[in-house]
């Protein structure tokens, strides 16, 4: 499945009644990113997991904008989010 698939499928569905990003409701007391981890939206994520577990980073916490984004938000919303770079949570 494709990060677009995933998100569609699986991270809408779970956070759509909190409109909380994944990353946030499985980790409540938060974790600071310790690597900045980009990605394609059409890659396959099961490819994408395998690179990440095969860098063998055990204590890593990683900030993946389609875990860590809030994907159910109305895109006027996530648009306002992201319209200042050094404002925006991309900004690390």
């Not at 990353?23 to 059409?42: L, Y």
């Not at 890593?60 to 949570?89: M, N, V, Y």
Request: charged share 15%; hydrophobic share 45%; glycine share 2%.
């Amino acid at each position: 499945a494709t990060a677009h698939e995933v998100v569609d499928q699986v991270i809408c569905p779970a956070t759509f009644k909190t409109a909380y990003p994944w990353a946030i409701q499985r980790t409540r007391n938060g974790k600071r990113a310790t690597h900045f981890v980009s990605h394609t939206w059409e890659e396959s994520v099961m490819d994408f997991i395998k690179a990440l577990v095969k860098l063998n980073l055990i204590d890593a916490a990683f900030w993946i904008c389609f875990l860590a984004l809030p994907q159910t938000w109305p895109s006027d919303e996530l648009g306002r989010l992201l319209s200042t770079p050094f404002q925006s949570p991309f900004y690390v």
